[in-house]
């Protein structure tokens, strides 16, 4: 079946280190997303790319990086520089650049900083 | 200013009644999309509904529709004969062409609980 992975599904992180969110998708869509989820609030944007070896920042992406060397894979790095980085963060990629047929997420991360 | 304004952060109701989750939006963009995402406990987002901006109907999918009052910036979800089931967070979205690329925003949610 078609559709997104994201591993792991639970990390932990020690203060100082970086540490990669891996996404991969089987669906043959262009665009991929990362968004970043606190308790009892909305998505917000960390960084999307719309075709291979190009991304853009979204709106919090300070502390982040991110590449996309394949279409199928979109990893995120959380770096040192990411203050406050314990949150669930969600993957997603789109059919086509106008997201007509929605987003399709994987099953999301859970970081926690220890 | 908020892009995606969801007021209700909790809904109640009944099995088998309908219920309207509010969503209004801010855009000048012409050309937007309008989305409704559900978020189960177990953390994946489901796509609901699309609506197009330009979409002369109101878009339907099953029990889900999507009331969508252009002039009032408004793009409610209302959902009809409730199942337990339903019982998740509930994200508004809105998709805008930004510097060349689309982009999309979420609301902050509004959690649904329906009551046997």
């Known amino acids: 079946d078609g559709g997104i992975t994201q591993s792991p599904k639970y990390l932990f992180r020690k203060e100082g280190q970086n540490v990669t969110l891996s996404c991969e998708q089987n669906?043959?869509?262009?665009?991929m997303y990362w968004y970043r989820q606190d308790p009892g609030q909305g998505l917000r944007l960390i960084y999307y790319?719309?075709?291979?070896?190009?991304?853009q920042k979204g709106d919090i992406a300070e502390g982040y990086s991110v590449s996309r060397e394949k279409k199928e894979s979109f990893p995120l790095t959380v770096t040192s520089a990411q203050k406050n980085p314990t949150a669930f963060y969600l993957c997603?990629?789109?059919?086509?650049?106008?997201?007509?047929?929605?987003?399709?997420f994987g099953s999301g991360t859970r970081l926690t900083v220890v | 200013a908020q892009k995606i304004t969801q007021t209700q952060p909790g809904m109640f109701v009944q099995e088998k009644e309908a219920v309207t989750l509010d969503c209004t939006y801010d855009?000048?963009?012409?050309?937007?999309?309008l989305f409704w995402y559900k978020q189960p406990s177990s953390g994946e987002m489901i796509f609901l509904i699309y609506?197009?901006?330009?979409?002369?109907q109101n878009a339907t999918e099953g029990r889900y529709s999507l009331n969508f009052q252009k002039a009032r910036k408004s793009a409610n979800l209302v959902i009809s004969a409730s199942q337990l089931g339903d019982s998740a967070m509930y994200f508004c979205a809105m998709r805008e062409e930004y510097g060349g690329y689309q982009k999309v925003t979420f609301g902050t949610g509004t959690k649904l609980q329906v009551i046997p």
């Open positions: 997603a990629s789109s059919i086509d650049l106008r997201g007509l047929y929605g987003y399709t």
């Open positions: 790319s719309q075709i291979v070896n190009d991304f």
């Open positions: 609506q197009g901006s330009y979409d002369q």
């Open positions: 669906l043959n869509h262009d665009a």
């Open positions: 855009t000048s963009d012409p050309s937007y999309g």
